[in-house]
């Protein structure tokens, strides 16, 4: 008894310190990758009868103080006031086929919009996107060789030197290309279109193919996107496929729009292929309203078939030295939304662990091979199944102590899926907490709202006492109610970790690689393995699970550069302090 009172005293201090501190917070709301959005139903793989939902490709703009998001085939695009909350707009008029990887500019009180293409193909303009009315801006974009493109176009205005440019590229053969376009012309190729780079994966680890760049086959180079920042010019591709775990982004550097361009040394800049998100390439780079950098990325889910995607944010920018970086570290953990200009974008992570892994889950049914336990595995691509698709089904987690929670994740999976269109759909849940499993706590329903969320994120509106969360059933419109993942995040009472001991590293005889060891550390959740090219540049993060190995090959490195390395650990309760830092390798 003296134990369970010290426990809800020490649970209770932590929740009246999160309360005087509401008001410090770096923001008033909250989010979790993958991003919560009603994904629309994509049939690209039409010819097995399955259908499911998809989100790939991202470009958010700030166009008018108001956010908007366009993706691969869906029909329409979102708007957002916050980052957090989306609303689809369906348009008034749509280009020649379902846009793909599409091309979003915002230039004073115009948005233009371009769609991937390898035919002649318009441009659209809209000065009132909210309402979605567009119209042409001009009718056919003069075609180009067969093969060429272009595929994942950027449009780039440059406001400086009042000019205009396109960049793209889509394949393992051709290179980025780029071209100035001819604004009193309504924006058609000005000049002959210029390769700009071509992948190196003999050279840049990260460049190469497969699950943690383990295949042979011929990268792919994609998603062109630029930005421009103290008069220098970031070209941004997506490598080496979106298939697996290690899709990222990497930029380029030039002093001029259309080069000669510099490989930058500190490369991918958005990369994360631990954790439940794995894949952070092919999206866009974009500024908050206050003024804070963001970068977009393509995550893998791969139920259905391999281009099965979802869509993920990660706040980042320059750092001292203009390197573009950006954080995905506990990525697919709650970040706040900064509503003020934030210098160290680390600290938008708030703190909140994750307190499901691997804890036991009871449900009311479950089909053969698809039990609750694949709840809390961290995995998309393995699900809970329930026996019937029925109101009243539940899945219970026990976090096995109570702990302060304050947030969950739902992530619906399209098993078997046969929806044509996306009439109808929604999702309606509740999630109630329970600190005994008798008297259970009602902390969200939207049972009475048709609002469709398949990667529902649910910040709580105080963080509460629990060690049991329930999910209770009412409605999705899919054949079979299926989820991957029921994720809780909070604080236990438990310290945090102390940093890992006894790091060493090895790089080895192909440079590209490395072995990275240290000692397993009691009490622990996971670690992040950090590396980069200095001491204080460890942007990049490769998340492991407790359960896993203590050693790792880390296959993303540059040759003939130089690299530090540090191991962090984290449970429930927080995050240890960084390892001694190693290097250079």
Same mark, same amino acid.
């Given at each position: 008894? @003296?134990?369970?009172?010290?426990?809800?005293?020490?649970?209770?201090?932590?929740?009246?310190?999160?309360?005087?501190?509401?008001? %410090?917070?770096?923001?008033?709301?909250?989010?979790?990758?993958?991003?919560?959005?009603?994904?629309?139903?994509?049939? %690209?793989?039409?010819?097995?009868?399955?259908?499911?939902? =998809?989100?790939?490709?991202?470009?958010?703009?700030?166009?008018?103080?108001?956010?908007?998001?366009?993706?691969?085939?869906?029909?329409?695009?979102?708007? =957002?006031?916050?980052?957090?909350?989306?609303?689809?707009?369906?348009?008034? +008029?749509?280009?020649?086929?379902?846009?793909?990887?599409?091309?979003?500019?915002?230039? +004073?009180?115009?948005?233009?919009?371009?769609?991937?293409?390898?035919?002649?193909?318009?441009?659209?303009?809209?000065?009132?996107?909210?309402? $979605?009315k567009l119209n042409f801006y001009n009718r056919w974009?003069?075609?180009?060789?067969?093969?060429?493109?272009?595929?994942?176009?950027?449009?780039?205005?440059?406001?400086?030197?009042?000019?205009?440019?396109?960049?793209?590229?889509?394949?393992? @053969?051709?290179?980025?290309? *780029?071209?100035?376009?001819?604004?009193?012309?309504?924006? @058609?190729?000005?000049?002959?279109?210029?390769?700009?780079?071509?992948?190196?994966?003999?050279?840049?680890?990260?460049?190469?193919?497969?699950?943690?760049?383990?295949?042979?086959?011929?990268?792919?180079?994609?998603?062109?996107?630029?930005?421009?920042?103290? $008069?220098?010019?970031?070209?941004?591709?997506?490598?080496? *496929?979106?298939?697996?775990?290690?899709?990222?982004?990497?930029?380029?550097?030039?002093?001029?729009?259309?080069?000669?361009?510099?490989?930058?040394?500190?490369?991918?800049?958005?990369?994360?292929? *631990? $954790?439940?998100?794995?894949?952070?390439?092919?999206?866009?780079?974009?500024?908050?309203?206050?003024?804070?950098?963001w970068n977009t990325g393509t995550p893998w889910i791969?139920v259905n078939w391999n281009f099965e995607r979802r869509?993920?944010?990660?706040?980042?920018?320059?750092? #001292?030295?203009?390197?573009?970086?950006?954080?995905?570290?506990?990525?697919?953990?709650?970040?706040?939304?900064?509503?003020?200009?934030?210098?160290?974008?680390?600290?938008?992570?708030?703190?909140?662990?994750?307190?499901?892994?691997? #804890?036991?889950?009871?449900?009311?049914?479950?089909?053969?091979?698809?039990?609750?336990?694949?709840?809390?595995?961290?995995?998309?691509?393995?699900?809970?199944?329930?026996?019937?698709?029925?109101?009243?089904?539940?899945?219970?987690?026990?976090?096995?102590?109570?702990?302060?929670?304050?947030?969950?994740?739902?992530?619906?999976?399209?098993?078997?899926?046969?929806?044509?269109?996306?009439?109808?759909?929604?999702?309606?849940?509740?999630?109630?907490?329970?600190?005994?499993?008798?008297?259970?706590?009602?902390?969200?329903?939207?049972?009475?709202?048709?609002?469709?969320?398949?990667?529902?994120?649910?910040?709580?509106?105080?963080?509460?006492?629990? +060690?049991?969360? #329930?999910?209770?059933?009412?409605?999705?419109?899919?054949?079979?109610?299926?989820?991957?993942?029921?994720?809780?995040?909070?604080?236990?009472?438990?310290?945090?970790?102390?940093?890992?001991?006894?790091?060493?590293?090895?790089?080895?005889?192909?440079?590209?690689?490395?072995?990275?060891?240290? %000692?397993?550390?009691?009490?622990?959740?996971?670690?992040?393995? +950090?590396?980069?090219?200095?001491?204080?540049?460890?942007?990049?993060?490769?998340?492991?699970?407790?359960?896993?190995?203590?050693?790792?090959?880390?296959?993303?490195?540059?040759?003939?550069?130089?690299?530090?390395?540090?191991? %962090?650990?984290?449970?429930?309760? $927080?995050?240890?302090?960084?390892?001694?830092? @190693? *290097?250079?390798?």
């Amino acid at each position: 008894m @003296v134990k369970y009172t010290f426990t809800s005293i020490m649970l209770l201090l932590s929740i009246l310190v999160y309360e005087v501190q509401a008001q %410090e917070r770096l923001g008033t709301k909250t989010y979790c990758n993958p991003m919560d959005i009603d994904y629309r139903y994509n049939w %690209e793989q039409i010819n097995q009868k399955i259908s499911y939902r =998809s989100g790939a490709d991202p470009v958010i703009v700030l166009h008018q103080n108001k956010y908007y998001l366009f993706v691969t085939i869906s029909g329409g695009y979102w708007t =957002s006031d916050n980052l957090v909350n989306w609303k689809y707009i369906e348009p008034s +008029r749509w280009p020649m086929e379902d846009i793909c990887a599409p091309a979003a500019l915002s230039v +004073r009180d115009t948005l233009y919009l371009f769609q991937s293409t390898f035919e002649q193909r318009p441009i659209f303009y809209t000065t009132q996107p909210e309402t $979605g009315k567009l119209n042409f801006y001009n009718r056919w974009l003069p075609a180009l060789p067969k093969n060429v493109g272009p595929w994942d176009p950027a449009l780039f205005y440059d406001e400086e030197l009042n000019k205009w440019f396109m960049y793209w590229g889509s394949s393992n @053969v051709f290179p980025l290309y *780029g071209s100035e376009l001819d604004k009193s012309k309504n924006l @058609v190729y000005k000049g002959d279109y210029l390769p700009m780079l071509r992948l190196h994966p003999d050279k840049h680890g990260w460049e190469r193919f497969g699950y943690d760049h383990r295949d042979t086959i011929k990268p792919y180079m994609e998603g062109a996107w630029m930005t421009k920042y103290k $008069g220098k010019y970031y070209l941004q591709y997506g490598a080496p *496929g979106t298939e697996y775990n290690v899709y990222a982004n990497g930029t380029y550097i030039s002093n001029q729009p259309l080069g000669p361009f510099e490989y930058a040394n500190y490369n991918p800049i958005s990369y994360k292929p *631990g $954790g439940f998100v794995t894949g952070a390439g092919h999206g866009n780079t974009f500024q908050d309203k206050h003024g804070n950098w963001w970068n977009t990325g393509t995550p893998w889910i791969a139920v259905n078939w391999n281009f099965e995607r979802r869509m993920a944010m990660f706040p980042g920018g320059f750092d #001292k030295d203009d390197n573009m970086h950006f954080n995905t570290r506990f990525g697919d953990f709650p970040h706040y939304i900064p509503d003020r200009n934030v210098t160290d974008q680390t600290s938008l992570f708030t703190g909140w662990m994750l307190l499901s892994y691997k #804890k036991p889950v009871v449900t009311t049914s479950h089909k053969p091979n698809y039990t609750g336990s694949l709840l809390t595995d961290e995995n998309p691509r393995t699900f809970w199944v329930a026996e019937k698709n029925q109101k009243g089904e539940e899945a219970v987690i026990d976090l096995q102590k109570v702990s302060a929670v304050y947030a969950v994740q739902i992530n619906y999976t399209d098993y078997q899926s046969t929806i044509y269109n996306n009439e109808g759909v929604y999702t309606a849940f509740a999630i109630q907490t329970s600190t005994d499993k008798v008297t259970w706590k009602t902390v969200y329903d939207n049972r009475d709202r048709k609002e469709d969320r398949p990667n529902a994120y649910i910040e709580l509106e105080k963080p509460i006492e629990a +060690r049991y969360v #329930k999910y209770t059933h009412h409605y999705v419109k899919t054949p079979n109610l299926a989820i991957s993942d029921f994720r809780v995040f909070g604080v236990s009472k438990d310290r945090a970790p102390s940093a890992p001991k006894l790091l060493t590293v090895t790089r080895l005889s192909d440079t590209r690689n490395a072995i990275v060891k240290w %000692e397993k550390q009691k009490a622990v959740i996971g670690y992040n393995i +950090r590396w980069g090219i200095a001491p204080d540049k460890l942007y990049q993060t490769y998340q492991i699970w407790h359960d896993q190995p203590t050693e790792k090959e880390i296959r993303a490195l540059t040759v003939g550069q130089h690299y530090y390395f540090a191991v %962090e650990s984290f449970n429930e309760a $927080g995050v240890s302090p960084l390892s001694k830092v @190693v *290097g250079p390798f």
